[in-house]
């Protein structure tokens, strides 16, 4: 088996949004990225918005500030970590982050999570340029269902690039940008 490592460096920031007009895709984008976000967070620490930090006990996953950034590590191969702010509850948003491929094949965001942690979606990027739009309907991982996936000349190809992944999730529509 392939091991991964993989290491995401995030900023988020997210904001609340108001119902869209007849609008397209990029003229939404540019009016929900415009105004002050309701969260803007630099993970340079841990703060009030009390990021996980953990550990798993056979120290294969991890979510942890390190250097002045927030890292998620998974170290098995089809394995991710979710690394969540615990004092965020949003359903319709914004999210956008600014993120870097360390080390691995992939990085990503988690978002729309249940109290468990078991229902979500997630969408993510590889080093190779595609994307991946995900639900996870438990936390076995074996049920996930695909709603998007596909290859973007947009993505920020190999290691230690910069990429910008936004999502807008309004009621069941989802809309998702690469570096704008």
């Not at 993510?124 to 074996?142: A, E, H, M, P």
């Amino acid at each position: 088996a392939t091991v991964q490592q993989t290491t995401t460096v995030a900023s988020p920031t997210a904001q609340a949004t108001t119902t869209p007009g007849t609008q397209t895709p990029q003229s939404l984008y540019a009016q929900v990225t415009q105004g002050a976000p309701v969260m803007d967070d630099p993970l340079l620490k841990n703060d009030t918005n009390n990021w996980d930090e953990s550990t798993s006990s056979d120290g294969n996953n991890s979510c942890a500030f390190s250097g002045g950034a927030y890292h998620a590590k998974a170290q098995q191969q089809n394995a991710y970590t979710l690394c969540m702010a615990q004092a965020s509850n949003f359903s319709d948003l914004a999210f956008q982050v600014q993120m870097t491929i360390a080390k691995g094949e992939f990085g990503g965001m988690v978002f729309r999570a249940d109290n468990t942690q078991s229902k979500y979606y997630s969408f993510f990027i590889d080093r190779s340029g595609n994307y991946t739009l995900i639900t996870s309907v438990d936390n076995t991982g074996n049920n996930d269902y695909t709603l998007q996936k596909g290859t973007s000349s947009f993505i920020r190809t190999g290691l230690n690039q910069v990429n910008t992944l936004t999502i807008i999730a309004r009621g069941s529509t989802i809309y998702l940008y690469i570096n704008q």
